[in-house]
């Protein structure tokens, strides 16, 4: 697929597979946050358990791949840089949650078209978060 074609689903949330597909993105991302010693920086920054991280990135990414809205319904507007003030988050963590977001979407067969997209979008919005 050409990136100007018209993707075969009218969401991505749709496209990856709905709410069951983006549990397992988000359960595999933090398995392997905890299990890859390349991601030791960016699983130390998340204290000693995942399970709320999980919940929360998973709620908000339903919504932002344009799911239902769980994250926004219990928390309001993600404010995401915001939220993420309290963490020191420079090129290091923003490359390590990249590579292994990436990693997780490949591990669990997210469609190339759509992986480039998302991985894209993952980019901007990780830059973004840098505050140091």
């Known amino acids: ?6 993707p075969p689903f009218d969401t991505p949330f749709e496209w990856i597979g709905g709410e069951g597909q983006v549990r397992v993105l988000v359960d595999r991302f933090y398995d392997l ?6 991601y ?6 998340h204290g000693s358990t995942l399970q709320d991280a999980r919940d929360k990135l998973f709620w908000f990414l339903c919504g932002w ?5 769980h994250y926004q319904q ?5 404010r995401l840089r915001m939220r993420h003030m309290p963490f020191s988050i420079g090129i290091l963590e923003r490359d390590q949650w990249l590579a292994c977001m ?3 979407m490949g591990d669990i067969g997210v469609d190339a078209a ?5 991985a ?4 901007q919005t990780a830059d973004w978060m840098r505050n140091r």
Do not use: N, V, W, Y
């Not at 030791?40 to 920054?45: H, I, N």
């Not at 894209?120 to 980019?123: A, P, R, V």
């Open 65 to 69: 791949l344009g799911g239902p809205d």
């Open 114 to 118: 759509l992986r480039a997209r998302l």
């Open 120 to 123: 894209q979008s993952f980019f």
């Open 1 to 6: 697929m050409q990136i100007d074609e018209k």
């Open 33 to 38: 946050m905890d299990l890859e010693p390349g």
């Open 102 to 104: 990436d990693q997780a």
């Open 74 to 78: 219990r928390f309001g507007h993600p």
């Open 40 to 45: 030791k920086e960016l699983r130390d920054a």
